[in-house]
């Protein structure tokens, strides 16, 4: 999931969340179990066409995240073409934007907390076993809010090395934005220390 909550309102954000991960989690698994890629074609192209549904706006807005997934996409293209199982990497590819476009429209149309509150029906029967839901709650909050703002990051470092050097962005602008994301767990750790972190007592 990429994206946070879209300000282009549409019918979805007024669905339940759950109802909405719970179509998220039987549409993946159905991903998962299609093999051809002309038949992976055709929800690909559905979930860009749910994009179009709400307008042009809200289909530019999520456009823009997707654009994220071209590293992996280019990564795994190669390796099957490399490998010459042209038909496993084209369906590997549609299946993950497929993928992580449905996910993306969910976090698009659905508000952190109300995805933290499903986290928290689902999780609070296993407290007895040791699971803290407050921890796994926070951890899914921070891996959404958190990615936009790293791969924000990621690309203030792409522009810095454009602006400096004529020779294309390389594997060297690795080192400091791992730099930066260890700096941004420090600035949140402390952050969670002066407040208690969760030592607090949950609700009953």
């Not at 698994?29 to 074609?41: E, G, N, R």
């Not at 042009?56 to 795994?76: C, D, E, T, Y």
């Not at 109300?114 to 909050?141: C, Q, W, Y």
Request: charged share 15%; glycine share 6%; net charge positive.
């Amino acid at each position: 999931m990429i994206s946070l909550t879209s300000p282009y309102k549409t019918r979805a954000h007024s669905w339940p969340a759950w109802l909405k991960l719970l179509g998220l989690c039987f549409a993946t698994a159905t991903l998962f179990a299609i093999k051809s890629p002309a038949i992976q074609l055709f929800p690909c192209v559905a979930v860009l066409g749910l994009y179009a549904i709400p307008g042009r706006a809200f289909f530019l807005s999520g456009l823009r995240q997707l654009k994220l997934l071209w590293p992996f996409i280019l990564i795994v293209g190669l390796w099957h073409l490399w490998t010459g199982d042209y038909a496993l990497g084209a369906t590997i590819v549609l299946r993950m934007i497929t993928a992580v476009g449905l996910a993306n429209l969910v976090t698009m149309t659905t508000r952190l907390s109300d995805m933290t509150d499903v986290v928290h029906m689902v999780t609070r029967p296993l407290k007895p076993f040791g699971l803290n839901p407050k921890i796994l709650e926070f951890s899914i909050a921070l891996v959404i809010r958190l990615t936009p703002v790293l791969v924000g990051k990621g690309m203030q470092l792409a522009d810095a090395w454009k602006a400096r050097s004529p020779r294309a962005t390389s594997w060297r602008i690795i080192l400091p934005f791992a730099v930066l994301a260890l700096d941004d767990a420090d600035h949140i750790a402390e952050a969670l220390r002066a407040r208690g972190g969760f030592n607090t007592p949950e609700e009953t």
